[in-house]
């Protein structure tokens, strides 16, 4: 607990520097320093991957990173982005997170839709789609679950036929994360009925405004309206908007997915690091660092989070290896959920009563916001069971 408040959570892992690294380093820093100021320091460390707060806000400083060429860092140069070396990468992410700067909320369109787009997508939907993601001027949503098709995605009953130069597209998805504040939206869709369920799926894209979808936001326990239910009703796309070939939907998700659980674990960790130290902060400022047993639960979860770090620098080291991660992602998400439940919990006992009130508007203490947003990290992306299913039968080799 007595780690100084110097040290740069994230570069332990690096092995040193290069010089031409530390000089991206300094650039990225100084940047942030002197833009992360005015309007949008009071952004600083706001929102999350099921937080809408400050969205118009955080989009006006997505653009501002856009205009200095800050974004895209994973993505060939080709298609706008910066072609960086995934330590180059990391770099960015470490002196992102070390400046507390705002949760991107483009970070599902560029980190899981543009990266999937580059596997699967045309030369002409890459270079139609990517640039303008990475310049914040278009947001895409994820079209996968139905009310009877969550874990058992395959399931999923939303129909699309041909017509002409067209898809029609029928049915209805649930849980669509921030679609409300997204331009398109890439759905799951089943294309042939008469196949097995997990060979006739395709996935489409689909432009959200429009008269055959209508979008319902759903408010959460937590306050928010992070995400919505979608109704398709004779809703249409192009044909040349299929997102690789026809019936290869469930691969093309299976990989969007992977990404989800894999890659951007160590963003997630870096926050971490700051919300165990807040809860820190909070225990010390109300007394409450005295308790033997909150000592011990600060000193476990500090533990803990460095043994994450642990494993996601081997994450890390299989990715620049093979390209790609294999089931061991399941750990990694299983890891970082529940040890994220965990600080909920912590978060709320660390600061006592005052994680109990609730201001007008339904505002709610940073304890009790942090406890109630991380119930939904087993869920979603695959939920704990599920990931415990994988880590079974891929990883151990049990029987289904
Ligand atoms: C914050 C948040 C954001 C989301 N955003 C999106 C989004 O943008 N787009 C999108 O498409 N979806 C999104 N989802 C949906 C998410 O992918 C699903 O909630 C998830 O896949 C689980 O499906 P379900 O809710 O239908 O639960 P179910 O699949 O009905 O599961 C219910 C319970 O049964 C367990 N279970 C199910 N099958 C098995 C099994 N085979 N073995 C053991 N246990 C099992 C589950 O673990 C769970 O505890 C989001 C969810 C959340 C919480």
């Known amino acids: 607990?007595?780690?100084?408040?110097?040290?740069?959570?994230?570069?332990?892992?690096?092995?040193?520097?290069?010089?031409?690294?530390?000089?991206?380093?300094?650039?990225?820093?100084?940047?942030?320093?002197?833009?992360?100021?005015?309007?949008?320091?009071?952004?600083?460390?706001?929102?999350?991957?099921?937080?809408?707060?400050?969205?118009?806000?955080?989009?006006?400083?997505?653009?501002?990173?856009?205009?200095?060429?800050?974004?895209?860092?994973?993505?060939?140069?080709?298609?706008?982005?910066?072609?960086?070396?995934?330590?180059?990468?990391?770099?960015?992410?470490?002196?992102?997170?070390?400046?507390?700067?705002?949760?991107?909320?483009?970070?599902?369109?560029?980190?899981?839709?543009?990266?999937?787009?580059?596997?699967?997508?045309?030369?002409?939907q890459k270079h139609r789609f990517i640039p303008d993601i990475l310049s914040s001027n278009c947001y895409w949503a994820q079209g996968f679950s139905e009310p009877d098709a969550g874990?058992?995605?395959?399931?999923?009953?939303?129909?699309?036929?041909?017509?002409?130069?067209?898809?029609?597209?029928?049915?209805?998805?649930?849980?669509?994360?921030?679609?409300?504040?997204?331009?398109?939206?890439?759905?799951?869709?089943?294309?042939?009925?008469?196949?097995?369920?997990?060979?006739?799926?395709?996935?489409?894209?689909?432009?959200?405004?429009?008269?055959?979808?209508?979008?319902?936001?759903?408010?959460?326990?937590?306050?928010?309206?992070?995400?919505?239910?979608?109704?398709?009703?004779?809703?249409?796309?192009?044909?040349?908007?299929?997102?690789?070939?026809?019936?290869?939907?469930?691969?093309?998700?299976?990989?969007?997915?992977?990404?989800?659980?894999?890659t951007s674990l160590f963003s997630y960790q870096l926050m971490f690091e700051r919300e165990l130290r807040a809860v820190i902060d909070s225990a010390s400022s109300v007394g409450n660092a005295e308790s033997g047993e909150l000592r011990e639960r600060l000193i476990r979860s500090w533990s803990e989070l460095r043994l994450l770090g642990f494993f996601n620098q081997r994450i890390l080291t299989t990715l620049a290896r093979d390209g790609s991660v294999g089931p061991e992602s399941s750990i990694g998400k299983l890891l970082a959920s529940t040890w994220h439940q965990r600080l909920g919990n912590l978060a709320v006992d660390a600061a006592g009563l005052n994680a109990a009130l609730v201001q007008t508007d339904y505002e709610l203490p940073a304890a009790q916001k942090l406890f109630l947003l991380s119930r939904a990290e087993t869920i979603y992306g695959g939920s704990q069971e599920i990931q415990k299913n994988l880590v079974a039968e891929r990883i151990l080799g049990l029987p289904r």
């Open 1 to 124: 607990v007595n780690e100084p408040r110097t040290h740069r959570p994230g570069y332990e892992f690096l092995d040193g520097l290069t010089e031409e690294e530390d000089t991206f380093r300094g650039e990225v820093a100084d940047w942030l320093r002197t833009h992360l100021v005015g309007e949008y320091a009071s952004a600083r460390g706001i929102g999350g991957p099921a937080d809408e707060s400050m969205w118009e806000l955080r989009k006006a400083w997505e653009k501002e990173l856009a205009r200095h060429n800050l974004r895209g860092m994973a993505v060939p140069v080709e298609y706008g982005g910066r072609g960086l070396s995934l330590r180059m990468q990391l770099i960015f992410a470490f002196e992102y997170a070390a400046s507390n700067a705002p949760y991107r909320p483009s970070s599902a369109s560029e980190d899981l839709f543009a990266q999937t787009l580059l596997v699967y997508g045309t030369e002409e």
């Open 151 to 262: 874990s058992d995605m395959a399931s999923v009953k939303t129909q699309a036929y041909l017509d002409g130069d067209e898809w029609v597209v029928e049915g209805q998805k649930v849980w669509t994360t921030f679609a409300q504040f997204c331009d398109w939206i890439y759905v799951l869709c089943r294309t042939d009925p008469e196949a097995p369920k997990h060979k006739g799926l395709t996935i489409l894209m689909m432009p959200l405004d429009q008269p055959g979808i209508e979008l319902r936001p759903i408010r959460t326990m937590a306050g928010n309206a992070d995400f919505n239910e979608v109704f398709f009703s004779e809703a249409r796309t192009k044909v040349d908007l299929t997102l690789g070939p026809v019936s290869s939907g469930w691969g093309v998700a299976m990989t969007l997915l992977s990404i989800e659980r894999g």
